[in-house]
Each structure stands twice: as structure tokens, then as C-alpha cells.
T-cell receptor
Framework: GQQLNQSPQSMFIQEGEDVSMNCTSS?????WLWYKQEPGEGPVLLIA?????ELTSNGRLTAQFGITRKDSFLNISASIPSDVGIYFC????????????FGQGTELSVKP | EAGVTQFPSHSVIEKGQTVTLRCDPI?????LYWYRRVMGKEIKFLLH????????ESGMPNNRFLAERTGGTYSTLKVQPAELEDSGVYFC?????????????FGEGSWLTVV
């Protein structure tokens, strides 16, 4: 089946640093989504991208929908301890029906 | 407004036993999804209900897994008999319309450990 390759798998950074993670696919998606999962919680939507080339921000988070429709990145600026969690990218395509395809997740640790 | 709720939050069972997970979607959401994440891997799609009908069950691992959504409201996911590789967190999610253009809301997950 379709797969999303998400990298890096984990990151250990100092508070205040910027973070970047990305997802690539061999297939085209029509929607890219970025979720965050905190311990004991379910994934929560951070940013949704609907058009190729779209660049969207949500506070300190910025995400882009790649021009080729096969990739997306998420940047977090000036990280803080509460940014800790697992970040997942997810893609949806018209030929996917109702399902989202998720990446493997990027586990972020922030040292105060 | 209540979010997606799942029960139980944690379950530890022995291999060969049966476990039933329950999901209550957000009221009014016709679309209900089950996903699973095995430790360190991606969140994988299991199946999708539209009201009480199974729209897509292509992600169900095998016939030990049975999902139902009686009356188009809550859903159950039964694993019988459970195997060690079934351990993981099972997420339920719901949305008003189909995925893509509509926000999917996830529950907190049911964490299953098979020993």
C-alpha cells in the first residue's frame, strides 16, 4: 500500500532552537495534514494544507504542501518544552476514499 | 461538546482472550474510523464507517478483527482471539464529511497489551 516516509524519527533539541521535519511519498496527495500526539492523548490536528505550494502558519508552526504534491514539511520556530510529543504527517488523496495515510512519526524532545 | 471517546483506555489481556473496544464519535458525525499504531510504527488505517455501513475495511489485519457500528452511532472493535502482535494503541476518529476536506477528530486511544 501507499507509504509516507517521515524524517527524522526523533529529535533532541534545546529550548529555543528551530525544528524541521518532512514527509515524502511516491504518490500524489490532495491534502496534507500535520498532527501532534502528546503522551496519553490522541493525535490533534495542527495544520491542514489543501493546495500544492500552499504555505500555512499556526503560531510558531509553519507547514508547506510541496509543489509536486508528494511532500510536505513542518517547521517549529523557537521551540519550548510543551512542544514535546510525536508529530505525524498524514496525506489524503481522492483515490484513498475516506482514509488517511500516516507517516511513522517524529518524536520531539525539548531540553529546557 | 464532547469529543471522540474511547473505552477502555488501557487493557492488558492474555493471548487467546477476547477484547472489545468501544468508540463514541462526536454527535452528528456520520464518518467513523478505526486506526492502529504499533509501537514505533505509523498510524495505520483499519476501517471506515459511513453511518452503519462499512465503507472501507481494507486495513483490517485478518478475520480475528470484527468491527460493528449498530445504528450508526457508537462502534465496537472486537479482537478474538487476541495475539501478541495485536498489541498497540487503537485510535477511533470521526468526521462530519469524508476525510480530506473535513477535519478528523481523534479519540485518546485504547492501549492494548497482549501478554
Amino acid at each position: 500500500g501507499q507509504q509516507l516516509n517521515q524524517s527524522p524519527q526523533s529529535m533532541f533539541i534545546q529550548e529555543g532552537e528551530d525544528v524541521s521535519m518532512n514527509c515524502t511519498s511516491s504518490s500524489i496527495f490532495n491534502t496534507w495534514l500535520w498532527y501532534k500526539q502528546e503522551p496519553g492523548e490522541g493525535p490533534v490536528l495542527l495544520i491542514a494544507l489543501y493546495k500544492a505550494g500552499e504555505l500555512t502558519s499556526n503560531g510558531r508552526l509553519t507547514a508547506q504542501f510541496g509543489i509536486t504534491r508528494k511532500d510536505s514539511f513542518l517547521n517549529i520556530s523557537a521551540s519550548i518544552p510543551s512542544d514535546v510529543g510525536i508529530y505525524f504527517c498524514a496525506g489524503w488523496g481522492y483515490n484513498q476514499g475516506g482514509k488517511l495515510i500516516f507517516g511513522q512519526g517524529t518524536e520531539l524532545s525539548v531540553k529546557p | 461538546e464532547a469529543g471522540v471517546t474511547q473505552f477502555p483506555s488501557h487493557s492488558v489481556i492474555e493471548k487467546g482472550q477476547t477484547v472489545t473496544l468501544r468508540c463514541d464519535p462526536i454527535s452528528g458525525h456520520d464518518n467513523l474510523y478505526w486506526y492502529r499504531r504499533v509501537m514505533g510504527k505509523e498510524i495505520k488505517f483499519l476501517l471506515h464507517f459511513v453511518k452503519e455501513s462499512k465503507q472501507d475495511e481494507s486495513g483490517m489485519p485478518n478475520n480475528r478483527f470484527l468491527a460493528e457500528r449498530t445504528g450508526g452511532t457508537y462502534s465496537t472493535l472486537k479482537v478474538q482471539p487476541a495475539e501478541l502482535e495485536d498489541s498497540g494503541v487503537y485510535f477511533c476518529a470521526s468526521s462530519q464529511g469524508a476525510a480530506g476536506g473535513n477535519t478528523i477528530y481523534f479519540g485518546e486511544g485504547s492501549w492494548l497489551t497482549v501478554v
